[in-house]
């Protein structure tokens, strides 16, 4: 069975929690989200690991992702479309 991402949304856009799920959970998940968020929101993504594979998938459609601070051993990213 697999597990299920944790999203919610603050004042600076949606966020999703992916740490803890199994490859290729967090990278299916993350893009099903952008997927769906309207343009203009920014999608944060709390992670465990840098998700080299998430990159290419995310400028083939448009977005790109930047490192900003997040807790200790958490990989966070604030992804956005392209503009």
Do not use: C, F, K, N
Request: charged share 25%.
């Amino acid at each position: 069975m697999t597990g299920r991402a944790r999203t919610w949304t603050e004042a600076d856009g949606t966020h999703i929690d992916v740490r803890g799920l199994p490859p290729p959970q967090p990278l299916v998940q993350i893009l099903r989200l952008v997927a769906q968020v309207p343009d203009d929101v920014s999608v944060t993504v709390h992670h465990d690991r840098d998700p080299q594979l998430l990159y290419p998938e995310l400028a083939e459609i448009g977005w790109h992702a930047e490192r900003i601070d997040g807790e200790p051993g958490e990989v966070r990213l604030r992804l956005a479309r392209v503009t």
